[in-house]
């Protein structure tokens, strides 16, 4: 049988679980995987910096459902990673991460950047493992695929050590195993159902991670029939059309007061998904876990069930398992049950309040609400300028909204480079602050080495916005550390070989946007006011 060394079994493995592209930042300790992957066609995304490279891992494995790729190497590559994983945790996302590891015959001696991975790692992501014989690689890869997937998704690190890695095996003959779909017995729906069915005041909310556009068109269904408002959690604007009647908005930080307040006042919520977790309830105030309401959770983690708020009715299974048999199982359309109240709600909240200076957030978003396909994605991180975002843009199809739940700066420029590659057809936004641009900054190279046409808009307010925002309401007139130097990025746009445009008057927005939709790398800088700030707070 043929022999081959362990970073070639780890790309064919690859391969088999139908991987589209692996993100990465080149190290010594894992070259028999890169020289693995030379045998096939699975793009190697190189980055700048391991932290972006699992921003974008983790940014593919959200739009695709199937677990982003990761290589990065011992010591300071692994724990630059740990950002991007971070996220993963947070937002549920599944992703495998190989890190190279020194070899195993050394291991315990201290050697140059050795770390435990297993306890490094340990309270970081879902699984952590080291590989500790060859011809067991591509066992541990099944694993880490499974485990990625499987009830609420997540990370997975392994470690590869490097003698382990370069040394050779027989192939293994076995093809990964099927995943067991997800099921719900109709019995367990029905009470829930019922419950439903009975309120008063219903709320449906979605959000998690496990969700598709057949989800959205059946949730949206589903609130057509009861009479039900529709919401959705933190940054999953995107899991329902915005311009859907029975939209009612996003529970996420600096929510609609309005939408708060009905949230405390319903008498049954119906969670596709999404937790009740301190974002949804503001800080667990708009919801008294001791008084709650009739909560029907459907969620494909059964130990996050009941968390912190007591469920009447609970299955553990994804919105998909349930959404279909509760339409078969509910005639007719329903009265309105508060779906044109929250609705009226919501476009008031949307109603643009006016900012200090020439160049103004409310402004933009809103032109870019009114003007940009509906099939824009828009990527972000976190900064006082996200606030205008969740507050004014609509999103109209799913899968055009990429942001960290976990609220990490630095996210919005490798998830625009993952989702252009992903989707080169379709206008990508990477929306940032100055300083969270400036996390990440170094991958437009990457953007530009890899052809990801995007356009970053970058709201340029010389200070770390929300960090200021909070400063001030708690120490009124004493600054101390939020304060910005900010390159040319018009200049910097073109260093990269792309196009920059300086905005200093809101009527000049629309022109630079049309240049930079033509394509190419463009960079488009707001001069805003500094004393532009929200007024919510604004992960």
């Known amino acids: 049988m043929t022999k081959h060394h362990g970073g070639k079994i780890l790309a064919d493995r690859l391969a088999l679980h139908g991987v589209e592209r692996v993100f990465s930042v080149p190290g010594e300790s894992f070259l028999a995987a890169l020289d693995g992957l030379y045998d096939h066609d699975i793009p190697n995304i190189v980055c700048r910096q391991e932290g972006g490279a699992a921003m974008m891992a983790e940014a593919h494995g959200k739009m695709t459902g199937q677990p982003g790729v990761l290589f990065v190497t011992r010591g300071p590559g692994a724990t630059n990673a740990s950002a991007g994983l971070h996220i993963a945790m947070h937002d549920a996302t599944p992703l495998v991460c190989f890190v190279g590891q020194i070899p195993l015959k050394h291991r315990d001696r201290g050697v140059f ?15 952590v493992a080291e590989v500790e014989r060859t011809d067991r690689i591509a066992e541990y890869i099944d694993r880490a695929f499974a485990v990625a997937q499987s009830g609420r ?3 997975v690190v392994l470690a590869l050590p490097e003698d382990i890695l370069s040394a050779e095996t027989e192939a293994p003959a076995t093809r990964p195993g099927a995943r067991a779909p997800a099921s719900v017995n109709p019995d367990d729906l029905a009470p829930m159902l019922e419950a439903l069915r009975l309120a008063k005041r219903p709320l449906i909310l979605c959000g998690g991670s496990v969700w598709s556009d057949r989800d959205r068109q059946s949730a949206q269904a589903l609130a057509e029939k009861t ?30 007061p309005a939408l708060q307040q009905r949230l405390g006042q319903s008498d049954c919520i119906l969670l596709l998904g999404a937790e009740l977790n301190d974002i949804t309830t503001g800080d667990f105030t708009v919801l008294n876990p001791a008084d709650a309401p009739t909560i029907l959770q459907v969620h494909p983690e059964p130990e996050a069930v009941s968390r912190t708020y007591p469920a009447t009715f609970a299955v553990a299974a994804t919105p998909n398992a349930v959404l279909q048999q509760a339409l078969n199982s509910i005639s007719g359309s329903a009265e309105d049950r508060g779906a044109k109240s929250a609705r009226a709600e919501y476009e008031a909240w949307q109603e643009p309040q006016a900012t200090p200076g020439d160049v103004q957030m409310e402004f933009v978003i809103t032109w870019l609400r009114d003007n940009a396909r509906p099939d824009t994605i828009i990527t972000n991180g976190a900064g006082n300028y996200a606030a205008f975002l969740h507050r004014y843009y609509r999103f109209r199809q799913f899968g055009t909204q990429l942001a960290p739940t976990s609220g990490s700066m630095g996210y919005g420029l490798p998830a625009a480079i993952s989702a252009k590659l992903h989707n080169p057809n379709a206008p990508v936004i990477c929306l940032a602050g100055d300083g969270c641009l400036q996390m ?4 437009l190279s990457t953007a530009r080495q890899h052809g990801a046409d995007i356009i970053v808009i970058v709201a340029n307010n010389g200070r770390y916005g929300t960090i200021r925002m909070h400063q ?3 120490y009124p007139g004493r600054v101390s550390g939020t304060d910005l130097f900010n390159p040319d990025y018009a200049a910097l746009a073109r260093a990269y070989g792309g196009t920059g445009h300086t905005i200093t008057a809101n009527d000049q927005f629309a022109q630079a946007f049309a240049q930079a939709s033509e394509g190419g790398l463009h960079i488009i800088e707001l001069k805003l006011d500094p004393k532009m700030l929200a007024t919510t707070k604004s992960l």
């Open 113 to 127: 950047q050795e770390v435990d991975y297993r306890a490094f790692f340990g309270p970081l992501v879902k699984w």
């Open 153 to 155: 998704p997540g990370p």
């Open 227 to 256: 009479g039900a408002p529709i919401a959705v959690t933190f940054r999953r604007q995107d899991y329902i059309d915005n311009d859907h009647p029975n939209y009612a908005g996003d529970l996420g930080v600096g929510a609609n």
């Open 440 to 443: 990440t900054i170094q991958e």
């Open 472 to 474: 001030e309401k708690t």
